[in-house]
């Protein structure tokens, strides 16, 4: 969701992963360390370079480091003008570009206090050139595919990039996955000015990424992602086209449904 209120300084950060610091866990909008393991990882990362798609404040790049990968790129873009709006583009206010910059800062916080060697670059998932970032063995995409406008055209851009594996974490519908779990079904989602696009049923997420050019080896569990400690407050809606989100949002406090499926470059 997105920011509602007062100007952040980096003093008082607004994370969004909650991460394990040697001072405390950070006050993440979302707690992902109960579900890490509900992720399909290879056997080792030892020794292998790794890419994090999206990364915001470092999560899952300090946990591809952790587990013993060699090099870490975390990415990310370096302006909420970057994001796939709707169109007509909602104007952004200073808060949003504050609340932007104040996740960047979280990133390099926590870099520091974790001793972490993870290197950081703003560069768009969709710009992903070889020539540019190298090749990698592992590619990480974490709750990223239906904030975007061309989740398929995003995983082939990531496809020209993976020499190894990639684990794509995403959103997916409850209802149409237990109701057609053999039939790809993509959702439009419903809110107005803001950057939710498309949530798909699990058959869906793995036809997004087969269509990519990717085999899928393996699929993780159904899981809800918990909120964590510093989730923001919803903004309560204005409009009517705002008021039909509101069943959805309810349920969002709960927690979205995740799965997780490791696949490879069928080529």
Sequence with gaps: MWPVGETRSERNLTW??????????????????????????PGSLAGMRCLDVGTHDGFWAFEMERRGAAEVLAIDVASPD????????PA???????????????????????????????VSVYDLDATQVGQFDVVFVGTLLHHL??????????RKVCRGQVLVSGVVSLGTSLLLPRSPVTSLLDFPNEPFWAVPNVAGLRRQIASAGFDVEQRGPLHVQ?????RLPD?????????????????????????????????
């Design 149 to 158: 406008r061309d989740p398929v055209g995003a995983l082939m851009a990531i």
């Design 92 to 122: 952004l206010s200073p808060e949003v570009y504050d609340f932007i910059a104040g996740r960047k800062a979280a990133f390099h916080l926590a870099k520091q206090a974790l001793g972490s060697r993870v290197e950081h670059r703003y």
């Design 16 to 41: 969004y992963h909650t991460i394990d610091l040697p001072s405390g866990p950070s006050a993440g909008e979302y707690d992902h360390r109960p579900v890490v393991d509900k992720v399909p990882w």
């Design 82 to 89: 970057l994001i796939d709006w709707p169109e007509p583009r």
């Design 235 to 267: 903004a309560m809606p204005r409009t009517l086209a705002g008021l039909r989100t509101l069943p959805r949002r309810l349920m969002l406090r709960r927690g979205a449904l995740h799965v997780c499926m490791r696949a490879r470059p069928n080529c």
């Design 226 to 230: 918990p909120s964590g400690a510093g």
